[in-house]
Antibody, heavy 128, light 111 residues
Framework: EVQLVQSGAEVKKPGESLKISCEGS????????IAWVRQMPGKGLEWVGI????????RYSPSFQGQVAMSADKSISTAYLQWSSLKASDTAMYYC?????????????????????WGQGTLVTVSS | QSALTQSASVSGSPGQSITISCTGT?????????VSWYQQYPGKAPKLMIY???KRPSGVSNRFSGSKSGNTASLTISGLQAEDEADYYC???????????FGGGTKLTVL
């Protein structure tokens, strides 16, 4: 059974750093891409970026470029999303999601559109 | 790039059919057959219902179907059931700069 299990809820102060995790199981972790999706309180879904755990190739949404960093440790089938300096506006639920392979050719990533398995979400609250 | 446009809410009675639309542009929905739809219950993670415009993942009821015409994609739910009451989000590939856009979501109410 495919599972994405995320780390627990976090409460942080503005300016603090944070790294949340997403452990994949039940499939070949290095073959599928892992994306991150943000959902602010009472709002819709926003795509943050995507990482290929096989070689840590990453692509970011222009809205999130420079604001967050994605990484992966394939030895423990875990992907990460981190912030170096949190803001109150980072308060949201963050989901890790799996994306099927086949979207990279000659270094170009295209065709991202199918998020087939979702983690349970990690609620990040940033408040002074 | 802006989010895809969905109506805020739609409603229907049990047994009826409803359609949720998702309007983008010629740079996203109109250019690629890469639209997906997600169902989200309150407090839960979204679930993939339709991918690549009209394909259904294993386990998703055939009451759910997807289509696309020009810059607008649609999700149709036939034989509406109480358990279909949820939020629905569309998603489209948007090219090599924006990559992915989601719609704002549509709240489906089953009367």
């Amino acid at each position: 059974e495919v599972q994405l299990v995320q780390s627990g809820a976090e409460v942080k102060k503005p300016g603090e750093s944070l790294k949340i995790s997403c452990e994949g199981s039940g499939y070949s972790f290095t073959t599928y891409w892992i994306a991150w999706v943000r959902q602010m309180p009472g709002k819709g879904l926003e795509w943050v970026g995507i990482i290929y755990p096989g070689d840590s190739d990453t692509r970011y949404s222009p809205s999130f470029q420079g604001q967050v960093a994605m990484s992966a440790d394939k030895s423990i089938s875990t992907a990460y999303l981190q912030w170096s300096s949190l803001k109150a506006s980072d308060t949201a639920m963050y989901y890790c999601v799996r994306h099927p392979p086949g979207i990279r050719s000659r270094g170009v990533v295209s065709g991202i559109s199918t998020f087939d398995y979702w983690g349970q979400g990690t609620l990040v609250t940033v408040s002074s | 790039q802006s989010a895809l446009t969905q109506s805020a809410s739609v409603s229907g009675s049990p047994g009826q059919s409803i359609t949720i639309s998702c309007t983008g542009t010629s740079s996203d929905v109109g250019s690629y057959n890469l639209v997906s739809w997600y169902q989200q219950y309150p407090g839960k993670a979204p679930k993939l219902m339709i991918y690549e415009v009209s394909k259904r993942p294993s386990g998703v009821s055939n009451r759910f179907s997807g289509s696309k015409s020009g810059n607008t994609a649609s999700l149709t739910i036939s034989g509406l059931q109480a358990e279909d009451e949820a939020d629905y989000y569309c998603c489209s590939y948007a090219g090599s700069s924006a990559y992915v856009l989601f719609g704002g979501g549509t709240k489906l109410t089953v009367l």
